[in-house]
Each structure stands twice: as structure tokens, then as C-alpha cells.
């Protein structure tokens, strides 16, 4: 079987892994979190969103994979504008985001998604990483995925201003370093087979990734930007679904698809898994100020045709207060 037939059917399972949400993931859950939290109710033009990340003001950035984009939403969860206009600068489907403070940009993750049945706004080929200045908008990088079949989920940086990207059509992490106009593989290994999507940096200085489909959670060494050995570590509670990840104190806060905010801590190669809130198909998570805020992408009901005189499903950003 050629390796592109191969993607071609990696990203079906992964359409119809998204789709199993409906049946066994979101069911039972709360369209709204519990009692304590506040929430951003989204624009229509910005469903299904995949990711939300936050400048040091507090300010959220939300992309949307259905519609593309990227949504600012101020401080005060009040006010609502475009950072990024659908389609605008060649993006398409956008998936992860990532504020990067020192270089005073959003890093973008933009993907032809049409093998998770998704169009998206442009015919652009291809996966994508672009950096946007945070200040003015205008595009500062972009740079495409290399290989035939790639989907840029989500992204992590280093002390050093390097960018790891997970592409969760191949068992890669790839890098890109400052300066640089083309990624390099960081890390290739079958183990990582089963949708990369979350990725953080560890207070250890290791790389921590999880598996949408696997429900796996893995440290990749890293010794002076050097992969090592790759470790799938023990959780004390099965993952389902494991999305976005983001470094917090001493370890990690992770949203499930199933439903789960959970603050993650690794002792040698177990990860104590221990649950915060429930939230309706949640995709990404960033903390800003005293609040965890988390987008509530509800990605299973993409599958799920619409019924007769029913409206669509309604989109949120929700918080809790810090513990």
C-alpha cells in the first residue's frame, strides 16, 4: 500500500474517531460547566473550535476548524473581533494556536482538512504553520509541512524560541528553529502512530505529546535539542481522547474529548491524572490571568447531520478560577 493511500486512510480513521465522540464521548456531559465558571458565547462564523490560546494581557485567540480564522475575544470574555478573517493570508481549516510573547506573535496551525470531510474557506494544499503579529495581524512566517499527506495540530515551544509541532497524519513531532525557513523531523517513531495532537514542554525540559486516537501519553526526551528515548507513560486513569496540553506548575493541565479537564503530574514514567471540571467536548486549554479557560469544540457533532426545525449546536469558551 502507497504511503499516500496510507494518510488517506490515517485521516479517515481520525474523521471517524471524532465522530465516535457523539456516541460515547460528549453523551451524559453538561452542555455547560458547572456552577462557578464563567463563559464566551462564540460567533456563528467561528464553529468547531479546535484550540484557544492567550497573550500575557489576557486577551484569547480561538481558531475554528470548521469555519478557519482566528477569533479575539477581550480580557473580559465582552467584546468579540477577527485577529484573522477566515481564508485571509491562504489559511484554511485552523487547528492549534500558540502565543509566543518574546517574538510577539500567534503561531497557526492551517490545514487542508477535506480528509476529515472538512473545506474549509480556501483551496489552499497542504498543512501550515504562520506566525501573525499580535499588535497588527500581519503575517510574519509561514511555513509548509513537509511530506505529501500532514496535519499541523498543535504546537510547543522551547527556551530557545524553537517550535515542535505534532502532525497527526504521521508519528512525527517536527521541528522549527528561529530563523529557519523549512521544518526538520525531530522525532519519527511508530510508537506516536495514533494521532499526535496534544504537545507541551515539561518544568523537566522533556517533551510531552498524547495520542487522540491511542489515549496515550508520551515523553520524548531531550538532551541540549537532541531526541532521545521516546516513553509512553503510565496514566492512572484511561485517556479518552486526549487533546490539547499545556504546561502548568509542575506538570501539565490536558482536556479530553470525552469531557475532561484534568491536571496532569509525572513522577518517573507514571502521570497522575486527576479531574478538575467536565465540559462538553473540550479541544484546547490555556490558563490566562486567574482562570483556566477552555474551548468546547464538540467536534463529534460534525458528523451528526442537522435536524429539521432544530438550530445547530451553540459554541463556548468556559472557565474555572485557578486553584
Partial sequence: MGISRRLSRRGKCFHRA???????????????ASEGSTSVRLPDSSRFPESVTSDA??????????NGGVLKVA?????????????DHGTRSTFGLLADPKRGVIWVASNDATALGLKGPTDTEGAWIKAFDIATGSMKTSVRLPGAKALANDMALDGDGSLYVTNTFAPQVLRLKPGA??????????????GLDGIAIGGDGNLYVNTFMGGELFRVAMNQGVAGEVTQLETTRPLKFPDGL?????????????????RVTVSGNTARIEPIR????PTGVTVAGDRIWVS?????LMSKPAEAGRDGPTFHL??????
Fill in 18 to 32: 471524532v465522530a465516535l465522540w457523539l456516541a460515547i464521548g460528549t453523551i451524559g456531559f453538561p452542555a455547560l
Fill in 57 to 66: 494581557n489576557g486577551t484569547l485567540f480561538v481558531s475554528s476548524i470548521a
Fill in 75 to 87: 480580557a473580559n470574555g465582552a467584546v468579540t473581533s477577527q485577529f484573522l478573517k477566515p481564508g
Fill in 181 to 194: 525557513t523549512e521544518f526538520e523531523v525531530f522525532v519519527d517513531n511508530p510508537a506516536l502512530a495514533k
Fill in 246 to 262: 499545556r504546561s502548568f506548575k509542575e506538570g501539565f493541565l490536558m482536556v479530553e474529548g470525552s469531557g475532561a479537564l484534568s
Fill in 278 to 281: 467536565q465540559f462538553a467536548g
Fill in 296 to 300: 468546547e469544540g464538540q467536534l463529534g
Fill in 318 to 323: 468556559r472557565s474555572v478560577d485557578l486553584e
